[in-house]
């Protein structure tokens, strides 16, 4: 730095605030020694090095938090700074920036404006993600903000305590203890100490996250970091925010300050915010902007303009008169006077603001208000004057402020206004502007095309599971570990979680739905895409699965709300969810999936029973309708899928399924007619059984019946569950939607009603019991009787029949795998084998084939038996499945079920501990035993005896005889001789004995009691779910099953392979429960349905909006505005004054009038001027009007 002497230090210190000795050299004058620099100027003065201070900021006595900070010259790029701040100090991007100016020294700072930095400033910072710039020192509003920061960083979240930023830029040369900062090599921390935290002083403050320390070369001097703080504010201003819709806002708030500051650089259009009362330079231009502007002569300038120049003149003379009210001893007003002038003329980007009067809650809408009163004097011709303030709004997701000042009904908003915002609203999760924009105008079936809902399946983070999931679809898809730019992403992730329930979506919108081969379907998909700019056919239901795919639940809920099929949408909502759960690795995030899951199962619940208390046949008809947004599938098919059980316990579902069970006959028949009638058939055309009309003809569509007959249940039963006209009559054109006007050929009275009872599933549920007790009986009588040698003497004629009969069996196993269903060979593959109780039919038959295989052979007769005893029990526990649809047997099936996952628990621990004691105790017992068969005996065997009290005491006392003869010879017993017992440590196999009955019999088995009661609570308690739910798959399996039984449902299967390959004849079955609707009756069952949920939806607003804690958040509301409008009192007070300034004016305009023509001689008035009259008043005071 040069010396420029300062010529009040006699050549002691520099302009620059520096001693004489401290600078490197001397600006002296010419040859004559006369000084010819007389002014220190940084830029001339002043040369740049290397920063030597920069690193990590650490605080003696403060908090473990580290702060940064940075040395740097006045005149570096802010781009540099910015970058350094948000990329290497890791700074999150700001939505706002709020630069606090003035207010620094000493000086004393009012309690109202602690309250509105506190309660105002940085609680609306803290809500928007904001950055606020103080000089960042322990003195004036700069210590305030750091309190305030501090306080409300100890009360926030975690998730909102770095949206805050405090960032101080100070001048190096003010910042006391600079040195302890400077390291060349960087400090990671320094070191700094303060002496005195109670007092104002220029030391860091410790509350603020990053400093960055201006140094032009002064000491000791404010005002050096002006101009780069200038230059940065207006580079941020030009930075896009995180979400990227809109410039980060700026701006400049204004506490006291001194005449310094009246040169604001308004030239940027950076907005101003002004605190009235606060003192100083915010007093005059609050008095300046609110009153002067009200003035005849100002409100004359600004409509002359410059056009003559007695208005300015005057208006120049009224700011000199209020700068010297305010700043009565300023040595050069003048200069000043000018400044205050050009603020004057660019008062639309100030904001005059009174927190003593407002109070600091709505301080984020005076700064929203004052960041569009300055875009607005920014905005073009063309653009919508509100758009910029929508996007703010959005941006600090302050859907309050956007309905009370935007869309209150005064603003006609256009699509093209709102496309933007509403991106950003879904990108950054903000369900309640979505739910704004389209009640206010924007149609989502213009809004979401193919195009934008993959730009919306781009806007996932990389961190979360759908990524993940995206990303192992598409390298499967493409196979190479490319990144997700494939165009098929909810195809992909919408396949990948539903699984074999629904068809894969949105193929027919790629294009996709012919084409199978993975090559063109890649080289269709790399081309021009032109599916990108075609609406979506059901834009809510898309927008639901992005949203459930994400876990949002409130933009789920809201999407959910506006889509069709309300319970079907819940059904498809729970069933990724719980897909997702199962995936998700962090607890908390796969808790609050489990928990939407749940919730969106509990609304398919209660909008289906709100469904039911409707119609009853209606209700039965959603059910089982083929769904064309969810890829074909069906509420009770996609409620399984979703392990929906609170849904299948629901009292409708039942009923439906208990109908599809019962057939055409009545459903309170005695199970003893039933097994009467199958023993007997004849008496089937007798009226044992109860039937339902079956005379009735069958409707041209079911919903013909359902939408304009409204039914009772037991018509409905008759109209759509009549088994013979729905399996054998109706063509196949009825499955595809095609209309259908003939009625089906009148069978004969025998016929019918054979077929009323064969074809009931109730009847192939107790033919197939019967069966296969006869089937296990005669499995045994073989085992135990009939069990021939191999061949040629055997085997005998009932092990043949028995081998025929397994055929049979494995026969229908073949049937329900390979042709059932209308999905892919490795799909039917994969659901047969999750099913616990067909892995039972597999293991059964896998046995049952090895077993006879080894029995035909004399090398492997014994072991072919030995395998088809262990079968035997395999077929005997398959018995248990055929009972899970009685109501009693079903839940404790269930119950068994998990409790033998608990016992896996129990043998665990059983094995560490019995395998410790087996090998202590036979180590103890006998020194030395060859023998493994015996080891092994001793080792797990003999303990596992001890548990249930067979304990050899005669073997494991020494002092009790034991006839076993025994030897210590080590050649005998390797021989395979009994050795003898150790006798000196016995003593420690009983002790061991001891412990180990203990352990054994008292805790662990005390443990799995303790389990089994809790499976046992836990179970009995739902055991009415449990087995609502189970009682699906049965009626579903023995719908689809043949009437005959094994092993004559080999009959069965040739009239079926007659029928299906010789005669092509297309299955009914084959869609299970699967009802097609098109046309108006789709039109009408969906619109019903509709109705119904906004009644759902409806009620439980009510009920919420009845609770204690509406009630009281209303009532806030209402007090809220209550205050609200006092506080708007406040500027008829400004416009009385205005209104007593004009009335001053003409009145001392007109009383020196009047002295003027008293004085004169020229005019003789009739009568003397008037006088003023004052009136009391008991309300206003007193009252002066004048009196003639």
């Not at 608990?902 to 395998?915: E, T």
């Amino acid at each position: 730095t040069t010396f420029v002497e300062d010529s009040f230090s006699n050549g002691a210190l520099c302009q620059c605030g520096g001693a004489r000795d401290e600078h490197a050299s001397v600006a002296l004058g010419d040859y004559f020694s006369t000084a010819i620099v007389n002014h220190w100027d940084s830029a001339q003065h002043s040369s740049e090095y290397p920063t030597d201070a920069f690193g990590e900021l650490k605080f003696a006595g403060a908090s473990k938090r580290h702060s940064s900070y940075l040395r740097l010259s006045w005149d570096t790029p802010p781009s540099i700074v910015y970058t350094l701040m948000t990329a290497h100090w890791g700074l999150p991007s700001p939505n706002l920036v709020v630069s606090v100016v003035g207010g620094e020294g000493r000086t004393k700072v009012k309690t109202w404006v602690r309250e509105v930095l506190r309660q105002g400033l940085v609680k609306a910072s803290q809500s928007t993600g904001a950055w606020i710039m103080t000089a960042g020192l322990r003195e004036g509003v700069g210590r305030c903000v750091g309190e305030a920061v501090r306080d409300h960083a100890t009360a926030a979240s975690s998730m909102s305590l770095n949206k805050v930023v405090a960032l101080g830029i100070a001048p190096w040369g003010l910042v006391h203890n600079r040195q302890q900062l400077v390291n060349p090599q960087g400090s990671f921390p320094a070191k700094y100490y303060v002496q005195n935290t109670s007092r104002d002083s220029c030391c860091l403050d410790n509350n603020y996250q990053a400093f960055l320390l201006v140094d032009d070369g002064s000491e000791g001097r404010r005002g050096g970091e002006t101009g780069f703080r200038a230059k940065l504010e207006d580079f941020i201003s030009h930075q896009r925010t995180g979400s990227g819709s809109i410039d980060i806002p700026v701006i400049c708030m204004l506490v006291s300050g001194d005449t310094s500051l009246v040169d604001l650089s308004l030239k940027t259009s950076m907005p101003w915010l002004v605190l009235a009362g606060s003192g100083g330079l915010a007093d005059f231009l609050s008095d300046v902007l609110e009153n002067l502007s009200s003035a005849p002569a100002a409100v004359q300038s600004s409509g002359e303009a410059d056009s003559e120049a007695g208005p300015s003149v005057d208006l120049k003379d009224r700011l000199a008169e209020r700068f010297k009210k305010h700043f009565p001893t300023e040595a050069e007003p003048d200069k000043l006077v000018e400044r205050a002038l050009s603020i004057y003329q660019n008062r639309d980007l100030i904001t005059i603001y009174h927190g003593e009067q407002e109070g600091p809650n709505d301080f984020d809408t005076v700064l929203l208000k004052a960041l569009v009163g300055a875009s607005k004097h920014r905005a073009s011709v063309d653009d919508s004057p509100y758009s910029e303030e929508l996007k703010l709004a959005v941006t600090w997701n302050r859907v309050d402020i956007a309905k009370s000042e935007l869309f209150n009904g005064d603003i006609q908003w256009r699509y093209e206004d709102l496309e933007d915002s509403m991106t950003d609203a879904l990108v950054n999760d903000k369900p309640q502007f979505v739910r704004l924009f389209t009640e206010n105008g924007l149609n989502i079936l213009d809004y979401l095309t193919y195009g934008r809902l993959e730009s919306l399946y781009y806007s996932v983070a990389d961190s979360t599971l759908l990524y993940q999931l995206l990303q192992r679809r598409l390298v499967e898809r493409l196979g190479t570990a490319a990144h997700v730019t494939s165009s098929n992403l909810p195809e992909s992730s919408s396949k990948l979680l539903m699984g074999d329930v629904c068809q894969p979506f949105y193929y027919s919108a790629l294009g996709l739905g012919q084409i199978s081969h993975r090559r063109r379907a890649l080289r269709l998909l790399r081309g021009d895409c032109m599916y990108r700019e075609k609406r979506c056919l059901f834009p809510w239901a898309s927008l639901f699965i992005w949203a459930v795919l994400q876990n949002r639940s409130e933009m789920a809920m809201f999407f959910w709300e506006m889509a069709g099929e309300s319970v079907l949408s819940a059904l498809s909502g729970c069933k990724m969810l719980r897909e997702l759960s199962k995936l998700e690795v962090q607890t908390e995030t796969e808790l609050s999936m489990k928990e939407l899951a749940q919730k969106f199962e509990n609304l398919a619940h209660d909008v289906f029973s709100s469904c039911y208390r409707s119609n009853e046949s209606r209700s039965f008809t959603l059910l089982i309708r083929k769904s064309p947004v969810w890829g074909g599938t069906t509420c009770l098919q996609m409620g399984m899928g979703a392990d929906a059980r609170l849904f299948f316990s629901h009292d409708g579902v039942q009923s439906l399924l208990s109908q599809i069970w019962w057939g055409d006959m009545k459903r309170n028949t005695e199970v003893w007619k039933l097994m009467l009638t199958f023993f007997c058939p004849v008496l089937c055309y007798t009226n044992l059984i109860s039937y339902s009309d079956a005379d009735v003809q069958v409707p041209l569509s079911p919903m013909t019946a359902t939408i304009k007959g409204e039914p009772s249940s037991n018509l409905f039963s008759s109209y759509f569950f009549n088994y013979i006209q729905l399996l054998i009559h109706i063509p196949s054109s009825f499955s595809t939607g095609m209309p259908y006007s003939h009625r089906p050929p009148k069978r004969p009275f025998i016929v019918s009603r054979w077929r009323q009872f064969w074809f009931a599933p109730v009847t192939s549920f107790l033919g197939n019991v019967l069966m296969y007790f006869l089937f296990l009986l005669l499995f045994a009588y073989v085992l135990l009787v009939d069990f021939a040698p191999p061949p040629p003497a055997g085997p005998a004629i009932t092990e043949c029949v028995l081998y025929f009969w397994v055929f049979t069996i494995v026969c229908e196993e073949i049937r329900e795998t390979f042709f059932l269903g209308t999905k892919t060979l490795r799909q039917r593959i994969r659901v047969y084998i999750q099913d616990v109780w067909n892995k039972c039919d597999l293991i059964a038959v896998t046995l049952f084939i090895i077993g006879l295989i080894c029995r035909m052979f004399d090398w492997s007769y014994g072991f072919g038996r030995d395998v088809l005893c262990v079968d035997f029990m395999v077929f005997t526990i398959r018995l248990l499945h055929i009972f899970a649809i009685h109501k009693e047997l079903g839940p404790k099936i269930i119950i068994v079920g998990k409790m033998v996952k608990d016992i896996f628990f129990f043998l665990f621990f059983l094995g560490v501990w019995q395998m410790a004691y087996g090998v202590a105790n036979q180590a103890l017992l006998y020194s030395y035993d060859p023998k493994l068969d015996r080891i092994f005996r001793r080792v797990f065997y003999r303990p596992y005896l001890h548990i249930f009290g067979q304990i050899p005491v005669e073997q494991m006392d020494v002092g009790k005889d034991w006839d076993m003869p025994c030897t210590d010879n080590v050649t005998l017993i390797k021989s395979g001789y009994e050795p003898c017992r150790t006798l000196h440590n016995n003593w420690l196999v009983v002790i061991l004995l001891v412990v180990f009955l203990l352990v054994t019999n008292i805790l662990l088995i005390n443990l799995l009691i303790a389990m089994f009661s809790n499976t046992f609570s836990e179970v009995q308690a739902n055991s009415d779910i449990y087995w609502k739910f189970q009682r699906y798959n049965l009626i579903v399996q023995y719908h689809c099953r043949p009437s005959l039984a094994p092993p004559f449902i080999i009959l069965s299967h040739i009239n079926l392979f007659i029928k299906r390959i010789i005669r092509k004849v297309p299955s009914i079955k084959i869609h299970q429960f699967v009802l097609q609707l098109t046309g108006k009756a789709a039109n009408r069952l969906m619109t019903w349905e509709t109705i119904q949920k906004e009644d759902f939806l409806t009620a439980q607003y009510t009920i919420q909006k009845s609770s204690d804690s509406e009630r009281l958040k209303r009532m806030s509301v209402k007090v809220d505005g209550v205050i609200k409008h006092l506080t708007e009192s406040r500027d008829f007070d400004h416009r009385l004054r205005a209104l007593e300034t004009e009335m001053e004016y003409c009145s001392n305009a007109l009383t020196w009038i009047v002295d003027t023509l008293a004085q004169g001689s020229t005019f003789k008035p009739p009568r003397p001027p008037p006088t003023l009259r004052v009136y009391q008043s008991s309300i206003e005071g007193h009252i002066v009007v004048p009196s003639y």
